[in-house]
């Protein structure tokens, strides 16, 4: 996974919201944590076990989702829908293995 579309989206921002607006609004400087965090050790050179599992910080962008949800309530509905639907796949996704099972 390449890194440069956050890097660009981060530029961007900064270049069109001018540097103290960017960092005045939480989101950007969450997304900015995340691609620094993601790119920086490959840029300075660092190798080790901390090193090779910073890229998988890129899993926290998923919370995004999350943090535009407060903003916007058709989204916050569909999580919220999401979430109390998720038991009944998870049964629905046991019957499954169940039957594969029985009939393999």
């Known amino acids: 996974f390449c890194p ?10 900064i ?11 939480k989101f950007n400087r969450f997304d900015f944590f ?14 080790g076990p901390v090193a090779k599992l910073l890229p998988a910080m890129r899993v926290l962008r998923m ?14 509905v569909m999580i919220i829908a999401c979430v109390s639907v998720a038991p009944h ?10 039957l594969f099972f029985m009939f393999a």
């Open 63 to 76: 919370f995004r989702v999350l943090m535009a949800a407060r903003r916007a309530s058709g989204l916050r």
């Open 34 to 47: 995340i691609v620094a965090t993601t790119w920086g050790p490959r840029m300075l050179g660092l190798d």
């Open 89 to 98: 796949i998870a049964q629905i996704a046991l019957l499954n293995v169940v």
């Open 15 to 25: 270049v069109g919201m001018t540097v103290w607006a960017y960092w005045r609004d």
């Open 4 to 13: 440069a579309p956050g890097i660009a989206r981060s530029g961007w921002r």
